[in-house]
T-cell receptor
């Protein structure tokens, strides 16, 4: 199993541009999550999904959108990028049953200038 | 909501023991996780406590007291490779998102010196 994969690894965006961060997992996990991590800080939840077709907002959803058309994929869309969205983005997944450990992808480092 | 506190940084010597404390406030506690994160990498799972007491896993142990809203991660026989950030995260059961989300603390950066 590849686990959780994310693309791209790095990206530089200009202010106002849009992009999609891709996340795929091959573990048949129901739950998927998007976090952002600013330098020296913990993880903040952006959006999460409990299964295909179901998504919900986390702590910091403004400026982002998600969709979950399949169990495997959970893309994160940035519209009108702003410098405040400069961060490292992690996707994670976990199975529906315990012990509820989340498995993280390698991250996407995004800079908006 | 939740409030999770942990120290920002700790320094220890190779071979020593370090204890990282985490305090939390939540109305619907349903488990506490510890993750390790090396610089530039993704977090990886270390331990999970849902009942009071100590969970031991090799050189790492984690303790939970639900009545005090307190946990600690104990790292024994420190090695240079243990230099990393350690994240405390609480699983909450409340409302329609019951049990689906984790809230993370800011992380504790541990520096192991020779």
């Amino acid at each position: 199993n590849a686990g959780v994969t994310q693309t791209p690894k790095f990206r530089i965006l200009k202010i106002g541009q849009s992009m999609t961060l891709q996340c795929t997992q091959d573990m048949n996990h129901n739950y998927m999550y998007w976090y952002r991590q600013d330098p020296g800080m913990g993880l903040k939840l952006i959006y999460y999904s409990v299964g295909a077709g179901i998504t919900d907002k986390g702590e910091v959803p403004n400026g982002y959108n998600v969709s979950r058309s399949t169990t495997e994929d959970f893309p994160l869309r940035l519209e009108l990028a702003a410098p405040s969205q400069t961060s490292v983005y992690f996707c994670a997944s976990r199975p529906g049953q315990g012990p509820y450990e989340q498995y993280f992808g390698p991250g996407t480092r995004l800079t908006v200038t | 909501g939740q409030n999770i506190d942990q120290p920002t940084e700790m320094t220890a010597t190779e071979g020593a023991i370090v204890q990282i404390n985490c305090t939390y406030q939540t109305s619907g506690f349903n488990g506490l996780f510890w993750y390790q994160q090396h610089a530039g990498e993704a977090p990886t799972f270390l331990s999970y406590n849902v009942l009071d007491g100590l969970e031991e896993k090799g050189r790492f142990s984690s303790f939970l007291s639900r009545s005090k809203g307190y946990s600690y991660l104990l790292l024994k026989e420190l090695q240079m490779k243990d230099s990393a950030s350690y994240l405390c995260a609480v699983r909450e059961v409340r409302g329609k998102a019951a049990g689906n989300k984790l809230t993370f603390g800011g992380g504790t950066r541990v520096l192991v010196k020779p």
